[in-house]
């Protein structure tokens, strides 16, 4: 969104502390924050005159029972508007019956700043076309260790073993994949297998962050460094001492800060703003960028020698498209993970809405299957997904067709059975037999999470042939 557009956000609320967080993280975005402090004064707003410049509603509701009630009401008069919930972890059942009644998304207290700009970037885009199918505000889910990480595509499976291999080192890595892959996952699973796991991960986006305070930030500074420096600020180097410091979206650093940043991994040390001298930090940094780093420095916009230093180890994570033969693992190990969550359950999911699923090209990655999966758990009614509960896919799906267009790798042919693993050549021959079985048991493993005995009584053979399969096929039984 250019930063020279002014959106308008109305804020619902009564903590004078949150009015002031949330009208100060908008405003980095160009969104301005009108508040209201309760239904009646809100919808007062929406039908003012300059109610249709209002372009998302953030609901910040003190007493629980009001915000469904609130989101109910405000959804007859702002149809279309997007409505997000603000709201505690042991609050969570109720923003999904928010959610029931209209609310769009809802977003985890304490706010962090890269939520709430990643679901008014979302409100902002709605009118471009995407709509729901751009990544929403992210959930929070408990962290997936190496083994966890579902995919067994030869190019996904490779970046994650590069991963695996580097985490015993210091040095730095760099990720390099689309918005949606699952950049911090992976760091995350980095962190949490290195000898530096009991040890802070300190993450930063720092496209979120503004140019002007993004030294601060990273490197701290002291009282009276500058103008509204009141008091003396640890920087997020500081906060990773012995642990590892994500720099998410690192081709936003401005040059001369990306200087300091190459100073600090060479030497160990940062230099606060306004400090006498230096301070020693023991800090495993890895960043990450959707834009290719290399491209960046053709550019002129990224510094070479920073980029060779970052790039100790690099991983690059291919898009969702590309491992479509993923699709299916994917998909029921995310609907697991969503049961888990207050008011939801268990479902299954039918033939019909995998396979429009899988023939859908998933601009948003990883993610974007997530929040629509969340999405259609949270309002289904069934105990089955079906094509019915993906109206927003379907539509995106109907108006992406092109004639001619080739299906997605893995996509299911009309009439064919669903399962994950591809049956014919590019050519359109059908592949080697030993091809197929040693695909299938992969997939198995993975939807299985590496549990072999139910591997093996899922494929309906003992564990020693399933072994002794593993051999013949030369198949890896953690992969």
């Given at each position: 969104m250019p930063r020279e557009t002014i959106r308008?956000?109305?804020?619902?609320?009564?903590?004078?502390?949150?009015?002031?967080?949330?009208?100060?993280?908008a405003a980095r975005?160009?969104?301005?924050?009108?508040?209201?402090?309760?239904?009646?004064?809100?919808?007062?707003?929406?039908?003012?005159?300059h109610g249709g410049s209002i372009e998302a509603v953030l609901i910040d509701q003190q007493e629980v029972s009001e915000s469904v009630a609130l989101v109910a009401a405000l959804r007859g008069s702002a149809a279309e508007t997007p409505i997000y919930t603000l709201t505690s972890l042991d609050r969570l059942a109720v923003a999904i019956e928010a959610m029931r009644v209209g609310a769009t998304d809802y977003l985890v207290k304490p706010l962090a700043p890269d939520r709430l700009l990643a679901a008014l970037d979302a409100a902002a885009s709605r009118n471009a076309g995407e709509g729901e199918l751009r990544?929403?505000?992210?959930?929070?889910?408990?962290?997936?260790?190496?083994?966890?990480?579902?995919?067994?595509?030869?190019?996904?499976?490779?970046?994650i073993q590069i991963a695996a291999n580097a985490a015993q080192a210091r040095v730095p890595v760099l990720i390099e994949g689309e918005r949606g892959t699952g950049r911090e996952m992976l760091a995350e699973a980095l962190h949490a297998a290195s000898p530096r796991a009991q040890r802070p991960l300190v993450v930063l986006d720092c496209g979120a962050v503004p140019s002007n305070v993004i030294d601060s930030d990273l490197f701290g500074h002291e009282r009276g460094a500058f103008a509204g420096a009141f008091e003396r600020k640890l920087g997020r180097f500081?906060?990773?001492?012995?642990?590892?410091l994500f720099l998410d979206e690192i081709s936003a650093l401005p040059l001369d800060t990306q200087?300091?940043?190459?100073a600090a991994i060479d030497s160990g040390r940062i230099w606060p703003l306004g400090a006498r001298g230096w301070v020693e930090v023991d800090v495993r940094v890895i960043a990450a960028s959707r834009v290719p780093l290399a491209e960046e420095v053709a550019a002129g916009r990224f510094r070479e020698d920073l980029l060779y230093r970052l790039a100790g180890v690099f991983v690059a994570i291919p898009p969702l498209r590309e491992r479509m033969e993923d699709l299916p693992a994917l998909v029921h190990h995310l609907l697991a993970r969503i049961a888990q969550q207050p008011g939801l359950r268990e479902l299954a999911i039918a033939d019909d809405a995998l396979e429009l699923l899988a023939a859908y090209d998933w601009p948003g990655n990883v993610r974007q299957l997530q929040n629509a999966l969340f999405r259609a758990a949270v309002l289904s009614d069934g105990?089955?997904?079906?094509?019915?509960?993906?109206?927003?896919?379907?539509q995106e799906s109907f108006a992406r067709r092109r004639p001619g267009r080739a299906a997605a790798p893995g996509a299911r042919r009309p009439g064919a059975p669903q399962s994950g693993v591809p049956l014919y050549t590019p050519e359109g021959h059908l592949r080697p037999l030993d091809e197929i079985e040693a695909d299938v048991i992969r997939l198995a493993i993975a939807h299985y999470r590496g549990r072999m005995s139910e591997v093996a009584r899922r494929l309906g053979i003992g564990r020693s042939t399933l072994y002794r399969k593993l051999g013949d096929l030369g198949i890896d039984s953690a992969a």
């Open positions: 308008s956000l109305l804020l619902v609320g009564h903590d004078a502390g949150q009015r002031r967080l949330v009208t100060a993280i975005a160009g969104w301005r924050t009108t508040v209201a402090a309760d239904a009646a004064e809100a919808q007062a707003h929406l039908a003012a005159p990544p929403m505000a992210e959930k929070l889910w408990q962290p997936l260790a190496m083994e966890q990480i579902v995919g067994e595509t030869p190019a996904f499976r490779s970046a500081y906060e990773a001492d012995g642990g590892t200087a300091r940043l190459l105990d089955e997904l079906t094509t019915a509960d993906f109206p927003q896919i379907a």
